[in-house]
């Protein structure tokens, strides 16, 4: 089984930085995708930003160059780092990692982390 624990979120204002941590445990596969993806309230959850294995990163448009996902693979940790954070970044933040097996397709999901931007 896989468990993913989020840490790091909380209230900060406008302009202000966090960094949010995510470490995997579990039977991993060594070249899954980490990522997170966020939830706003009243809205559908969508991706933040993802990074393989061998560094590839994606960014949603909303973000880029204002957050940098990393990870160390070895202690199958992801981290993001959020700067100029702004109101509409409020959501719960979740981490997510995923691989392709054989027959089927490996998701897993962290139970979120609430980061609250004031204006």
């Known amino acids: 089984q896989v468990q993913l624990v989020e840490s790091g979120g909380g209230l900060v204002e406008a302009g202000g930085s966090l960094t949010l941590s995510c470490a995997a445990s579990g039977n991993i596969f060594s070249g899954a995708v980490m990522g997170w993806y966020r939830q706003p309230p009243g809205k559908q959850r969508e991706l933040v930003a993802r990074i393989t294995s061998g560094g590839l990163t994606t960014y949603a448009d909303s973000v880029q160059d204002r957050f940098t996902i990393s990870r160390h693979n070895a202690k199958n940790t992801v981290w993001l780092q959020m700067n100029s954070l702004k109101p509409e970044d409020t959501a719960v933040y979740y981490c997510?990692?995923?691989?392709?097996?054989?027959?089927?397709?490996?998701?897993?999901w962290g139970q979120g982390t609430q980061v609250t931007v004031s204006s």
């Open positions: 997510n990692t995923r691989w392709l097996g054989r027959i089927s397709e490996y998701n897993y």
